[in-house]
Nanobody
Framework: QVQLVESGGGLVQAGGSLRLSCAASGRAFTINTMGWYRQAPGKQRELVAT???????NYAKSVEGRFTISRDNAKNTVTLQMNSLKPEDTAVYFCNAYTGWTTYWGQGTQVTVSS
């Protein structure tokens, strides 16, 4: 019904910046909330940031002030601008979309922050 494809992951030095993008296709018009989650090796997947169709945002305390989530409803995309990256930000980042009935996940994109 909805397909999510992430892009923009890679290797970056600590203190640097990276921008992740997620493009939704299929029945993307049904999406209510979109967001980003991340999972480091051996750890549970955790919320990074979410944004509603109306633009309301929510951030994990660990990233608030450094990361910014934005959304383009016309293009069905969500972007995560990551600044002042730290080694502890290293994880696989997953795009998420919630329709009110179903949750969808992207395949994940690796973000590695070196010291």
């Amino acid at each position: 019904q909805v397909q999510l494809v992430e892009s923009g992951g890679g290797l970056v030095q600590a203190g640097g910046s990276l921008r992740l993008s997620c493009a939704a296709s299929g029945r993307a018009f049904t999406i209510n909330t979109m967001g980003w989650y991340r999972q480091a090796p051996g750890k549970q997947r955790e919320l990074v940031a979410t944004i509603t169709k109306g633009g309301n945002t929510n951030y994990a305390k660990s990233v608030e002030g450094r990361f910014t989530i934005s959304r383009d409803n016309a293009k069905n995309t969500v972007t995560l601008q990551m600044n002042s990256l730290k080694p502890e930000d290293t994880a696989v980042y997953f795009c998420n979309a919630y329709t009110g009935w179903t949750t969808y996940w992207g395949q994940g994109t690796q973000v590695t922050v070196s010291s």
